[in-house]
């Protein structure tokens, strides 16, 4: 017999160690020991679109190199530099001006040029001087460091601030710059990105490390992941998410449950910033006759 048939879980009352509204304990008043058979629902999921377009130590930061356009020799410059984009919602327009001012600042002096195409919805950069070659650098790039790169003695590895390839916060998945080795760029052969995406975060996914019992994986191999909320509501709405199917269970037979902990991440296993907005939801009980 189930002694409690529901949780009703908000973050407005976590525990005062939790971490934040996407990372968080939620202190039971009481002990509860889940019987065999016993499974969960989240149900009633009330998600705010409260996160940013660009985050901080998120998805802030673009890879650029710079060389000579004249033919390649060893003593050819070769100038990285990691840009940093400021934090907030982003339009397309307002995405190239932060982009040309921040390449602009971190090359110290005007050098290019970001204009967007509404019509197809991207942006088309071109170097404002013909004596100089760019590289925005992919998820391939990243990953490796340009590693192994050698034109006529020119070596091409990146040379810039170091980075961890692992968690590069990088805004590639926005200006979808994720396949494929990147190639130079000039006045004379403009580069133009991928569809630009302002909404990379397509679902959020909500991880328990004491709830149920691993028998999921997600993209990243997870296995404490209990729920995939997809992103229904644009920027400043509420995302709403119920059970839609009675199979949307998973088993906590034989649990013994006080302090419940819960995270909000996107695919790449970041936590979500709510900027102090709250999240709630509820978790519902039931007991599957059927259960091995």
């Known amino acids: 017999m189930l002694t409690c048939k529901k949780i009703y879980i908000d973050t407005k009352f976590k525990t005062p160690d939790s971490i934040s509204n996407s990372n968080f304990k939620w202190e039971l008043p009481e002990t509860l020991t889940m019987p065999h058979n016993t499974i969960f629902y989240v149900d009633d999921i009330c998600i705010p679109h409260s996160w940013y377009t660009?985050?901080?130590?998120?998805?802030?930061?673009?890879?650029?190199?710079?060389?000579?356009?004249?033919?390649?020799v060893s003593t050819h410059e070769n100038v990285c530099k990691?840009?940093?984009l400021s934090p907030g919602h982003y339009t397309l327009q307002t995405l190239a001006a932060e982009m040309k001012l921040k390449i602009d600042n971190a090359y110290g002096t005007p050098v290019m040029n970001v204009t967007p195409d509404p019509i197809t919805n991207v942006l088309k950069l071109i170097p404002m001087s013909v004596i100089y070659q760019f590289k925005l650098?992919?998820?391939t790039d990243i990953a490796t460091g340009l590693a192994g790169i050698n034109l006529n003695g020119w070596n091409g590895a990146w040379n810039g601030s170091a980075y961890d390839q692992k968690h590069p916060m990088d805004i590639n998945d926005i200006l979808n710059l994720s396949e494929s080795a990147s190639?130079?760029?000039s006045a004379s052969v403009s580069m133009t990105t991928g569809y630009i995406d302002l909404q990379p975060i397509k679902n959020?996914?909500?991880?328990?490390t004491n709830l149920g019992t691993f028998k999921t994986i997600g993209c990243l191999g997870e296995v404490t992941i209990i729920k995939k909320i997809p992103v229904t509501a644009d920027d400043n709405e509420m995302i709403f998410s119920?059970?839609?199917?009675q199979s949307d269970w998973l088993d906590c037979s034989r649990q013994t449950l006080k302090t419940l902990w819960f995270e909000l991440k996107?695919?790449?296993g970041s936590n979500l910033n709510l900027h102090g907005s709250h999240v709630s939801?509820?978790?519902s009980f039931d007991i599957h006759r059927g259960l091995e």
Do not use: G, K, W
Not at 204 to 208: D, G, L
Not at 242 to 245: A, E, L, S
């Open 54 to 72: 660009i985050e901080t130590n998120v998805n802030d930061r673009l890879y650029i190199q710079r060389t000579l356009t004249t033919a390649f």
């Open 82 to 84: 990691i840009v940093v």
């Open 137 to 139: 650098l992919t998820d």
């Open 183 to 185: 190639t130079f760029f």
């Open 204 to 208: 959020v996914y909500m991880y328990s």
């Open 242 to 245: 119920n059970v839609t199917t």
């Open 266 to 268: 996107d695919a790449r």
């Open 281 to 283: 939801f509820s978790i």
